[in-house]
Structure formats: structure tokens, C-alpha cells
């Protein structure tokens, strides 16, 4: 049967505050539930040497009180309005967003005006959070089998610069020894309105919500804006290898990575998107048919572009990782052979039109199924916009991704050179 | 932050006037077969969900390995199609599909772009009408499960999950979520065709479709895809849950473990219970969601764990309250200490009205989210029509929720949170913690 491939287009609005704030607002009134999402274009990439995971610890203390706010308040008024709120720091940004009723809108542009204005730290809300945020490692990263693989422990082999090769969540020592003044130096530089971008969407009003966000955040001082390194670095010329012993894991595992084309170039950059799509999504993929199913090297294997696995949030340099699992009677070796040989033969036989054309409705499913929920919805603009000036991006990904053709798929798999990656071994070490 | 930074106070904005979720509109039809079949429209994006939930029970705790193979396995061919050959088919819809279950239930979920529908539905009538287990995958299958399985068992939450269950239900099906490896491999290949025409069966099942379709022409495909499922037998139930048997603080050792897992927890009233909407409450002020009081407490407070949380569980024989935070190794008594006050606290006072109101207001709007996405919306109606409840839930049981007083809050704790009917579970390094906990509790070892 064919579908014709459909597709969605959101209204966007933009401005630009007196302050530098950019603004995008796209209103959908199906349901009525708003998003609010704040983006600072700061993230791990720019912490300083000595205080790795201090954006992230930032991040916390933006929930502990602000000018007209109690430490908590914040939270307790989205949530007794019906909200839910979240926070979440990136390699090169960090967020902040509500969803919630409708009418609880101008109430959430307060909240995030009043810590864009004037957030409040004491060495009280610090230690705490340092305490909370330690907690938060020790359950996803060091008490847990696999913890941070690849994520955390492939970019120290793949970059050789500290913006890109250290570890956001940070070194216990250099949480401990964070203070109030770095945390207001930290927000001097980068939390200026200027550096950030706000988005809105759902159920409300253009005109009415850019004056609301005009009443709230029009009097957050100006400052300056400050320049954004570039963090690119030479790609790797030998294979870079690391052998790691997972004393919780118990079975080994496997994670190779390669570079790829800077994403601000959306042209040579999402056909490795797509590729990572024909390798591993779904049962019919190339990797999951031919490692997990036909010879049975792997029990699991996936592939994705960027190490948090978003792609479209994520500014250069990154990579395209693939990670399997497997026996601890199969020789690694063996399971990487099988990569390469199914990455060459996507380089030299391509990707027939009938498998191009069923990856790409289900990619465009996918991205559809995402942009449902009003809130992954406004955060994707909100990224796009910053990162690209193009929130409508939202919808017009699925068109993008859907004009990259079979060559360019082949060409980006022969670029994933043996002598040009990263290969981290993981050593089950549980007993 | 800095004195010299600090921007006049200013005044909260209030709320304005909340705008109502449209109810669904709702298309039915209960087949010949038994089938019920549910379609709504929401054409918020051009996708079209849908979600199968057949009741059959896991009857016996050794049954579960059966269970969870046969679930894996579904998708691994059927009369007309190999697993890739149905994995390309589905994708070419831009579609997916899941097996998942519990000891209560087999769930079969999945999508399509606008306009596969059909085929997705054809695809779902083929896996249940004609899985074919072939023998080779199945067998290959087992032992990939059998690995996630001992990756997933590895997982101190898990392993502390499991140690309360076992606690909770010893010996029923409910008991554990997770069989052993050994138990998936033990598993013969060719029992898996008689297990499917056993359990997979239309009467009593329930199809839920929701997104940008039209209801009758969706339930004229139904009817047309699914009319030939057969099978003998109905819906199945888990034998009935016996009272919780109270004990010694089980501790389950995990040499050198930086953190403690605790698990705590008991029986809990089931969502079609009159006062269902205060035990919510109840349930969401002590521990389920950030403004709680135990969140505040041994997190903001403390910061003794990043996060604790108290959430209910419901099964159709029994439903529960399960406490659960994962704390430093030398704060793992201290911890308990926190828990056991907030829980007492509720129990033994009533809460005061604002928190009351806040609480409700956060679950009302919680609902509303929950159900302003395709998939969303079918997942809630799925569990909602299952229960016996319809689609009229979505807009009284917000009312009911703002009508909570802190009496029925206060009767509702004592239903739900007292510390004299739970059972408790700790995972952690034994050799750390047994001596503080055995000041606090009767410790007993896994």
C-alpha cells in the first residue's frame, strides 16, 4: 500500500526584547495546555577546568528561591496551578519549562522572568543541592551497572579538549568545593536575557501572551551577551581505545564513536541521522537483522546521533555512536567486524528506495509522535530557534530528513572509518 | 544572589479562568467475537494510535517465565510473514508494535502514519490470529531475554522492587515482576503456540484506537480485520490476594554499595473505591510529586536522595502504595527515621486545607496533560474502560478531586499510609547499615 508521507506545520511568532530576549510563540488550541520553556544558551561545554559539573549544579540551584520567591516556591506554584517542571542540562544549553493549564500562563512567565531577574543562592540552598545532586550520580552513574556508558565515558576517548572530553555531571571534589560567589559569577555570564531564547505554545493567544511576556520580563536589565566559543577539534587520525572495568555490570559491552559533520550544516549532517535510522531502528534494521538476529553476536545493539541522543540539540563538535551488548563468550572483535562490514556494505551497495522510503515514514512517525505533546513540541522550538533561528524547523524536519537520498546515506557510512573512531570496551567486573 | 543584585519583591500573579478539556467523543462496538472496540477522534497530529489489552492472567507465580517469553516472542512471525518481513510492514506505515503484560494482562500497542490504519490493524489481527512462534528465533529470543535479565536483575532499584513484592505477595503471581533467566531458558519452544491460543483471545479484550481517523469507518475496519479472532476462553484472574503477612525489615546485602535502596509500602484502597480521589491526594501530599512533604523533607530539607517518591499501584486483585528512595549509604537509617515521621504525621494529623487544595489543583492538572496527547489519551481510556469506568471519569473525577476536604484526607491516610501495616525493604552494603537499621527495626536478612 503506499501512505503518502503526511507532514504538520505550527504558526511560529517571534520578537526580540529591548533586552536582548528572543521570544517565539506558536499557538495551537486543541487542548488547553500551555508550555513555557526557558533556553540559556550555556551548558557542560562551558564550564570552567576545576569546577566540572557546575552547570548542571546551576542548574538546581535556579529552583531554590528568587527575588519574589521562597526556596520551593517556585515549584509549589506550578504544581498547585496543575503544572508539572523540569530542568535539564546539555552540552551546549540549559533549560527550564512548565506545562501547564492554560490559565496558569502569566503565572509561569512570573516565575521565569523573576530568576531570569534576580535568582537567590545562600550557602544553605548550595550545600543542599550539592548533597541532592551527588545523590542524583551515585544513583544514575555509580551505583548502577553501565552507568554513564557511553555518554560519560566515550568523549574523554573521542575529544582531546577538556570542554568536550569532561564529564558534566562532575567530579565529587569539584562539586564540594563550588561557592555562592562561583555560582554568581556563572550567572553574570551566561544567564543574561540576551543569551537566552523563551518559548511559548498551546493554548493561548499570540498578541496576548508577547504582551504578558513583555509586563514580565520587558524589565530584566540587559547585559552583555558573551561570545560562544568555537569547541571544534581535530577528528581523530588512529583509532583512539579504552578498556573499561564495570565492577556492577554483568555482562561486557561495546560502544564505538565517530565525528560528524558540524549540525549547524543540516545538508551533510542528516544523512548520518538517517543512517543511524537504517542501522538500528526497529526490527528490520540493518544492525538489529544481522547482530541480534541472523548471527546472534549481540543481545542488544543501538545507534544515535549525539551523546545524549538529541540530534536536533546539539551544536558541533559531536558523533554518531553505535553500542552493543553481547555474551561474555563472543569476542568484541567479532561483534565490531560485524558493524563494519554492515557499515561498508551500506558504503558500497547503498540503500535500496523501498528501504529509504520505509525508514523515512518511520522516522517522520516518530518525530510526529514527538511533537504531539505540547511540551517536547515547545521545547524543540525553543532548541531550534537558539541553536538555528528556525523554530518552524518543527515542522519541516520530517520534509528534511525526508529529501536525504540513498548516496548521501552511503557516503556518510564510509565515513565511519575504523582508523578515524573511538572504541571503548566495557569489562563485566560483577561477580 | 549578590546583595547588590537583589530586585524588589513582587506579587505572584493569580489564575485566570481555567478553559475545560473537551470530553472525547466516543465510538463503540462489541464485535461477535467479544471484542470490544473503542475509537476517538483527535486529529492533533496525523497518527493514529492503538491499544489491545486482553485479559489473561499469570494464575501461577511459575507460570511467569512462560509469560514473559511468550510476550517477546510475538512478534517473531506469523503464518504469512517472517519478523522482518512483519517488522517491514510496519514500518512502511511509518508504524510500530509492543508486546508488554503483566500478571493481570497482555497489552498489544501501536501506530501508523493517517491512512495505515487499516494495515496496522490487518498486521495486529495476523499476530493474534496466526504468531507462529518458529522455533529457531524463539530459541535465540530466550536467550537474548535471559541476558536483559540478568542485566536488568543487576539494577540495585530493581533488586530492591522485586525483594518488596516478594514480601508483599509471597507465593502469588503478583509477587515479582522479573522471572530468572534460568526459568526463561527452561521455557520448551513448542509450548509457546498452545500459550498464545490459550491467552490470546478476543472475548472481553478491548481495542482502543485514537488519533486522525474517522470513528465508524475505524470500527467498520475493525470488525472487517479482527471479526475472524477466534478463541476458546475468556478472560482469566489471578487467584485472590491474601492479607499482607507483617515482618521483620527485610535487608537484602550488596557489598560495597554507595547507596541504599528503600522500599516501603502497603495495601492501598483500588481506583473504583468511593474514596478514591482523597486517597489520591493522600497519596500525592505525602510523597507523590516534588511539592510533597517527603520530597521536602529528605530532599530539599536533607538532602539525603535525589529522588524519593511515593506512588499507588493497581493490579485487578489487589492494589498498593509503594514508598521508594535511594539514599547515601551512611544516611540510610536517618532516612527511614524521615519516612516513617512523614507517614505518622499524616496519619496521625490532618493536613491543612491550602496544602490540600494545592494538591488536588496539581492533579487535576496532571489528568489534563496526561490526556491532551494521542497516546496519552489511549493509554487513560484503556485503563479507565478496563476498570468497569468510562469516558465521564475525565470530567467528574477533577470535581471529585476538588472537593477533598482534609478529613477525607486525614480518613484516607489512615487507610493508606500507616506505618504499622507496611512492609519495608532495604538493599545495601550489610555490613554498613545492619547495625543502624537493627536499632530502628527487627531486621531480618534476605
Known amino acids: ?431 | 544572589m549578590s546583595p547588590r543584585k537583589v530586585a524588589a519583591p513582587r506579587e505572584v500573579p493569580g489564575l485566570s479562568r481555567p478553559r475545560k478539556p473537551r470530553l472525547p467523543t466516543v465510538a463503540e462496538r462489541k464485535m461477535p467475537n467479544g471484542l470490544r472496540v473503542v475509537a476517538v477522534r483527535r486529529p492533533s497530529v496525523p497518527l493514529v494510535h492503538a491499544r489491545l489489552r486482553i485479559p489473561t492472567a499469570v494464575r501461577r507465580d511459575d507460570d511467569l517465565g512462560r509469560a514473559s517469553l511468550l510476550e517477546r516472542t510475538m512478534l517473531l512471525g506469523t503464518a504469512e510473514r517472517s519478523q522482518s518481513e512483519l517488522a517491514e510492514a510496519l514500518q512502511r506505515i511509518g508504524g510500530s508494535l509492543r508486546v508488554s503484560g503483566d500478571a493481570d494482562r497482555l497489552i498489544l500497542a501501536g501506530e501508523s502514519l493517517r491512512g495505515g490504519q487499516s494495515e496496522l490493524l490487518s498486521l495486529l489481527a495476523e499476530v493474534v490470529s496466526g504468531a507462529s512462534y518458529p522455533k529457531g528465533p524463539v530459541e535465540g529470543e530466550a536467550a537474548r531475554l535471559a541476558d536483559l535479565l540478568r542485566r536488568h536483575l543487576s539494577q540495585p532499584g530493581v533488586i530492591a522492587d522485586e525483594a518488596w513484592l516478594r514480601q508483599m505477595y509471597d507465593g502469588h503471581p503478583y509477587g515479582r515482576e522479573n522471572p530468572a533467566a534460568e526459568e526463561v531458558l527452561a521455557v520448551p519452544p513448542s509450548s509457546l503456540r498452545a500459550a498464545h491460543r490459550r491467552r490470546v483471545v478476543p472475548d472481553g479484550s478491548l481495542l482502543v484506537l485514537v488519533g486522525d481517523l474517522t470513528p465508524a469507518r475505524a470500527l467498520d475496519q475493525v470488525s472487517a480485520a479482527l471479526g475472524s479472532w477466534e478463541g476458546s476462553g475468556g478472560p482469566t484472574r489471578v487467584p485472590k490476594v491474601g492479607p499482607v503477612t507483617l515482618g521483620p525489615l527485610v535487608l537484602v546485602d550488596r557489598p560495597g554499595a554507595v547507596q541504599s535502596n528503600l522500599r516501603l509500602g502497603g495495601s492501598a484502597p483500588a481506583r473504583t473505591d468511593p474514596a478514591y480521589a482523597a486517597v489520591e491526594v493522600a497519596n500525592a501530599l505525602f510523597g507523590g510529586y516534588f511539592s510533597s512533604r517527603l520530597t521536602m523533607n529528605i530532599r530539599e530539607d536533607k538532602g539525603y536522595t535525589y529522588s524519593p517518591r511515593s506512588s499507588l499501584r493497581h493490579s485487578t486483585a489487589a492494589s498498593s502504595l509503594l514508598t521508594a528512595a535511594d539514599v547515601a549509604t551512611d544516611v540510610t537509617a536517618p532516612a527511614l527515621v524521615e519516612i516513617a515521621y512523614e507517614l505518622g504525621r499524616l496519619v496521625s494529623l490532618p493536613p491543612t486545607a491550602e496544602e490540600v487544595a494545592a494538591t488536588a489543583q496539581y492533579l487535576v492538572g496532571s489528568l489534563a496533560l496526561s490526556t491532551a496527547t494521542q497516546a496519552g489519551l489511549a493509554a487513560t481510556l484503556t485503563v479507565l474502560l478496563a476498570d468497569g469506568l468510562d469516558v465521564t471519569w475525565l470530567r467528574e473525577h477533577p470535581e471529585r478531586l476538588t472537593s477533598v476536604t482534609p478529613a477525607d484526607v486525614h480518613e484516607a491516610a489512615q487507610r493508606l499510609l500507616a506505618p504499622a501495616s507496611m512492609v519495608a525493604t532495604v538493599v545495601g552494603d550489610a555490613a554498613r547499615i545492619e547495625g543502624p537499621l537493627a536499632a530502628l527495626y527487627d531486621v531480618q536478612r534476605a
Open chain 1, 1 to 431: 500500500m503506499a501512505t503518502s508521507t503526511p507532514s504538520t506545520s505550527y504558526a511560529v511568532e517571534r520578537g526580540t526584547l529591548r533586552n536582548g530576549l528572543r521570544v517565539v510563540v506558536s499557538p495551537d488550541r486543541s487542548a488547553p495546555v500551555v508550555a513555557v520553556a526557558v533556553y540559556y544558551d550555556v551548558g557542560i561545554r562551558s564550564e570552567p577546568e576545576g569546577r566540572t559539573g557546575f552547570a548542571h549544579l546551576f542548574e538546581h540551584l535556579m529552583f531554590q528561591g528568587s527575588a519574589s520567591l521562597q526556596k520551593m516556591d517556585h515549584v509549589k506554584y506550578v504544581q498547585s496551578s496543575g503544572g508539572t517542571l523540569n530542568g535539564s542540562t546539555r552540552l551546549d544549553y540549559t533549560n527550564y519549562y512548565e506545562a501547564l493549564p492554560s490559565n496558569a500562563l502569566e503565572r509561569a512567565l512570573f516565575l521565569e522572568a523573576d530568576r531570569m531577574r534576580s535568582p537567590a543562592v545562600t550557602e544553605e540552598t548550595l550545600s543542599n543541592q550539592i548533597a541532592v545532586v551527588k545523590e542524583e550520580i551515585l544513583v544514575n552513574v555509580l551505583n548502577q551497572p553501565y552507568g554513564g556508558f557511553p555518554w560519560l565515558t566515550l568523549p574523554p576517548l573521542l575529544f582531546e579538549t577538556f570542554p568536550n572530553a569532561h564529564n558534566g555531571y562532575g567530579g565529587f571534589e569539584d562539586l564540594e568545593s563550588a561557592t555562592v560567589d562561583d555560582a554568581r559569577d556563572f550567572f553574570d555570564r551566561y544567564y543574561a536575557p540576551g543569551n537566552a531564547v523563551l518559548a511559548l505554545g498551546g493554548d493561548l493567544d499570540p498578541e496576548q501572551a508577547i504582551a504578558l511576556v513583555e509586563k514580565h520580563f520587558g524589565d530584566v536589565p540587559r547585559r552583555t551577551v558573551p561570545t560562544r566559543p568555537d569547541f571544534d577539534e581535530p577528528p581523530p587520525t588512529s583509532e583512539r581505545r579504552a578498556e573499561q572495568v564495570d565492577q556492577h555490570a554483568p555482562a561486557p559491552a561495546v560502544a564505538l564513536g565517530w565525528r560528524v559533520p558540524d549540525p549547524d550544516d543540516l545538508d551533510a549532517y542528516l544523512p548520518h541521522v538517517v543512517l543511524t535510522a537504517v542501522l538500528s531502528t526497529g526490527e528490520a534494521s540493518r544492525l538489529r537483522r544481522r547482530l541480534v538476529h541472523d548471527d546472534r553476536l549481540a543481545t542488544d545493539v543501538g545507534s544515535h546521533v549525539a551523546f545524549m541522543e538529541d540530534a536536533f540539540d546539539v551544536r558541533n563538535p559531536t558523533a554518531l555512536l553505535v553500542e552493543a551488548h553481547h555474551e561474555p563468550d563472543v569476542p568484541a572483535d567479532r561483534v565490531v567486524a560485524a558493524v563494519d562490514e554492515e557499515l561498508d556494505r551500506v558504503a558500497t551497495g547503498g540503500v535500496p528506495a523501498d528501504e529509504l522510503e520505509r525508514v523515512r515514514a518511520r522516522l517522520t512517525s516518530s518525530l510526529l509522535q514527538g511533537h504531539d505533546h505540547v511540551l517536547s513540541r515547545t521545547l524543540a522550538m525553543a532548541s531550534f530557534e537558539q541553536q538555528r533561528r528556525r523554530a518552524e524547523l518543527v515542522g519541516e524536519l520530517p520534509a528534511l530528513l525526508g529529501a536525504v537520498t540513498g548516496e548521501q546515506v552511503a557516503a556518510a557510512a564510509a565515513s565511519l572509518r575504523p582508523d578515524a573512531r573511538a572504541r571503548l570496551d566495557v569489562v563485566a567486573g560483577a561477580r
